[in-house]
């Protein structure tokens, strides 16, 4: 797959003490199958969809022990330009623009609401092997904050993107979009999260049947969330797993009503 436009996410990865038991889960419930371990880098490890990268999982850093979380990279042309915009624009770099041997250019950052994403300069790795289509790919992305005004002027200046809003009372959801097409979501997180679930990105996962991924992670520990639910877009529900990390699962091959009403608001 070639590199993709700048602010486009490009690769997933989540840090796990336990990798094995999160190998096997995501194994069951996703079908990915996973290479060797890298030691040169950590222990790095890729997952494969259909022989296809998707993800990678790896050992917490040294202080980063019990927490997991999945890690949302955008696409960059050039990680040490796309790092001084976030810092122009409110944001903290958590992790300087670091090279991975030959695979390519990492950097880790927050934005002014809490949300933690990294950037990915691509090398010999560029990103994301498997379309949204294919099961166990990555499918969708969601920036989850509680302060929706810091979180869309950061993201449009340091990416460029062009953002429509949803006409729904019920919610406040916005798209952003880049040489019109829709890459990323952003939702205002409500009282139902509770206060101490900080902002992240959701990350959605490709599967065939839904409720029958649902089965399969609640069996081994995980917890459902939400749903599972039918949308437009596709049969969605939202999971923790054994390890508390958040992802969602989806079947774009199952769709219920009409696409909502949106707005362009830039």
């Given at each position: 797959?070639?590199?993709?436009?700048?602010?486009?996410?490009?690769?997933?990865?989540?840090?796990?003490?336990?990798?094995?038991?999160?190998?096997?889960?995501?194994?069951?419930?996703?079908?990915?199958?996973?290479?060797?371990?890298?030691?040169?880098?950590?222990?790095?490890?890729?997952?494969?969809?259909?022989?296809?990268?998707?993800?990678?999982?790896?050992?917490?850093?040294?202080?980063?022990?019990?927490?997991?979380?999945?890690?949302?990279?955008?696409?960059?042309?050039?990680?040490?330009?796309?790092?001084?915009?976030?810092?122009?624009?409110?944001?903290?770099?958590?992790?300087?623009?670091?090279k991975v041997g030959e695979f390519g250019?990492?950097?880790?950052?927050?934005?002014?609401?809490?949300?933690?994403?990294?950037?990915?300069?691509?090398?010999?790795?560029?990103?994301?092997?498997?379309?949204?289509?294919?099961?166990?790919?990555?499918?969708?992305?969601?920036?989850?904050?509680?302060?929706?005004?810091?979180?869309?002027?950061?993201?449009?200046?340091?990416f460029s993107y062009t953002a429509k809003?949803?006409?729904?009372?019920?919610?406040?959801?916005?798209?952003?979009?880049?040489?019109?097409?829709?890459?990323?979501?952003?939702?205002?997180?409500?009282?139902?999260?509770?206060?101490?679930?900080?902002?992240?990105?959701?990350?959605?996962?490709?599967?065939?049947?839904?409720?029958?991924?649902?089965?399969?992670?609640?069996?081994?520990?995980?917890?459902?969330?939400?749903?599972?639910?039918d949308s437009p877009y596709g049969r969605?529900?939202?999971?923790?797993?054994?390890?508390?990390?958040?992802?969602?699962?989806?079947?774009?091959?199952?769709?219920?009503?009409?696409?909502?009403?949106?707005?362009?608001?830039?």
């Amino acid at each position: 797959m070639a590199v993709q436009p700048e602010g486009t996410p490009c690769w997933a990865d989540a840090m796990f003490s336990d990798v094995e038991g999160a190998k096997s889960f995501y194994g069951d419930v996703l079908g990915w199958t996973f290479g060797e371990a890298s030691s040169e880098y950590g222990n790095y490890t890729q997952a494969y969809a259909d022989g296809k990268a998707v993800a990678a999982v790896v050992p917490p850093m040294p202080g980063q022990e019990g927490y997991s979380q999945w890690c949302l990279y955008f696409a960059s042309q050039d990680a040490a330009a796309t790092a001084g915009k976030i810092r122009d624009n409110g944001g903290e770099v958590l992790m300087e623009p670091m090279k991975v041997g030959e695979f390519g250019t990492m950097c880790l950052a927050r934005d002014p609401s809490g949300v933690v994403f990294g950037l990915w300069q691509a090398g010999v790795h560029e990103g994301f092997e498997a379309s949204p289509q294919q099961p166990g790919a990555y499918c969708w992305a969601e920036v989850f904050t509680r302060e929706p005004e810091r979180s869309d002027t950061f993201f449009t200046s340091v990416f460029s993107y062009t953002a429509k809003q949803m006409q729904d009372d019920a919610i406040d959801f916005r798209m952003f979009d880049i040489d019109g097409k829709t890459v990323l979501g952003r939702m205002k997180m409500t009282e139902d999260f509770p206060p101490e679930v900080p902002p992240y990105i959701n990350v959605y996962f490709s599967v065939a049947d839904c409720d029958d991924a649902v089965a399969r992670a609640t069996k081994l520990g995980g917890v459902l969330r939400f749903g599972p639910m039918d949308s437009p877009y596709g049969r969605f529900a939202a999971l923790s797993d054994p390890q508390g990390a958040n992802f969602s699962v989806i079947d774009i091959t199952t769709t219920a009503g009409e696409m909502p009403q949106v707005t362009d608001v830039t």
